[in-house]
């Protein structure tokens, strides 16, 4: 595993031990020894993990981290806050200032590298989504990334998994008003229960008489609808080997018993505020795609939609010998339409024409904005026979019932040419079948338009 690991520390000797320790992974390292370096590198370079010391002079450990996780640029990497204090008030402080994990010196190595891989995962997952989200966007990228999920009001969804009572009623009390709280004793109910539940957070004791607490955390890992939501290990003094199997198997953090109240609260604040953060990056990907297919004006797919599908449903159609048909329709005198009451009223006749003909085909027919006012419909598993009487029921249900425009209802007569085509037996192609469909509607046009019009060959 190949990633870029900061070490920030004012003390040489600190910065080369883990240096040594880092390199020994493969890791590449960079150092800073004081506050304001450590934030100038993240800024300017490819930073995957930061490991920060807390006592530094002029501005601490605390005051760096603030301030990386409050720019959107650097917000996302995540921050290992390393020093020899061990109070819970200071783990909590570093974890309230935005840290990922906070560890006591003296580290050991294997937790310690076992946390850095854990965090550069999920630092490439992010920086994943970040990139196709900036690519793909028309805004950019930092209107979205400067929102502070961490601040959002909502209460977080959180599953407790842990089969002792006593157990549940202290975490019960401390999460009272601060989480939206489902607990099950049973894992094998709270397996199923994750996976039909939206959580935002699953809590799993380690404490089960009977059942391995980390075959529930590889089954949540391995399933699509939980693979992405954050696990806390709720463990017991001594078991720092199946935290370290834990975190390889994919879980995002840990508390030790006996469970402080702040620490709990602010390491749960931590998983919500990430998963957040990358729930938003995944929904703006997948919007950005649904706008770069979709017409905005209609709700129906566009032409780039139109272009890569068409060839897969004809390379279907032509392997299972099944027909496949094709109907382009074009509003009659659409121009006089916008010339006599304006691109709103176009607009207007261009949505109803897309409701109206998405409601008179099926819904595994392919109905696109072709551009301007014309309209494409593709038709598996339908000849040339049914695709032309379709489109006959079309033409007539725009031209019997008048179109409503403005705000005054205003009603006007919309007619549609239509020309269809179907796939030929032997040799045909997408743009053979394209262009006798366009041939048709040519004819249609030049016929006295409000018709339709076949094409066999």
Not at 39 to 60: A, F, R, S
Not at 72 to 83: E, Q
Not at 197 to 203: D, H, N, Q, S
Request: glycine share 6%; proline share 3%; charged share 30%.
């Amino acid at each position: 595993m190949t990633a870029r690991i900061l070490v920030v520390d004012d003390i040489p000797a600190n910065v080369r031990l883990l240096e040594v320790r880092l390199l020994a992974e493969y890791f590449e390292v960079l150092t800073a020894t004081n506050g304001p370096d450590a934030i100038e590198t993240c800024e300017n370079g490819k930073v995957d993990v930061v490991l920060l010391d807390v006592m530094m002079p002029d501005m601490d450990g605390f005051e760096v981290c603030r301030r990386l996780k409050s720019d959107p640029a650097t917000s996302h990497i995540p921050v290992v806050m390393i020093t020899a204090l061990d109070q819970v008030s200071d783990r909590v402080r570093g974890l309230e200032a935005g840290a990922d994990d906070f560890l006591t010196k003296p580290v050991n190595d294997l937790q310690l590298m076992t946390r850095v891989k854990s965090l550069v995962r999920l630092k490439s997952l992010t920086d994943e989504l970040r990139l196709r989200a900036s690519t793909t966007r028309n805004i950019g990228i930092e209107e979205l990334l400067s929102r502070n999920f961490a601040s959002e009001d909502t209460t977080p969804k959180v599953l407790l998994i842990d089969e002792r009572k006593s157990s549940v009623e202290r975490i019960q009390k401390m999460l009272r008003d601060r989480a939206d709280l489902d607990v099950t004793g049973d894992p094998h109910a709270g397996f199923f229960q994750a996976a039909e539940t939206p959580y935002e957070c699953v809590m799993i004791s380690t404490a089960f008489a009977d059942f391995d607490p980390l075959r529930l955390c590889s089954q949540l890992r391995s399933l699509d609808r939980t693979r992405f939501v954050p696990i806390i290990l709720l463990a017991e003094e001594g078991e720092e080997e199946r935290l370290i199997r834990g975190l390889e198997l994919g879980i995002n953090d840990y508390l030790m018993r006996p469970i402080d109240q702040q620490e709990l609260t602010a390491r749960l604040r931590t998983q919500v505020r990430r998963k957040r953060y990358n729930d938003q990056l995944r929904a703006s990907v997948t919007q950005t795609i649904e706008m770069a297919v979709t017409d905005g004006l209609t709700g129906l797919h566009n032409r780039r939609y139109l272009d890569s599908h068409l060839q897969t449903l004809f390379d279907r159609a032509v392997a299972r010998r099944r027909p496949l048909s094709v109907m382009i329709t074009d509003l009659d005198r659409f121009k006089s339409i916008n010339d006599a009451h304006g691109h709103d009223g176009g607009d207007e006749v261009l949505r109803e024409f897309a409701r109206r003909l998405r409601k008179n085909v099926r819904g595994i027919d392919l109905a696109c904005r072709f551009g301007g006012e014309e309209f494409v419909v593709v038709m598996p598993d339908t000849d040339g026979t049914v695709a032309e009487k379709v489109a006959e029921r079309i033409r007539a249900e725009i031209a019997q019932k008048p179109f409503a425009i403005g705000a005054d209802g205003q009603t006007i007569e919309v007619t549609v040419s239509v020309g269809v085509s179907s796939v030929l037996k032997g040799v045909d192609t997408v743009a053979a079948l394209m262009k006798r469909a366009d041939l048709a509607l040519y004819e249609a046009k030049s016929g006295g338009r409000n018709r339709v019009v076949a094409k066999a060959a």
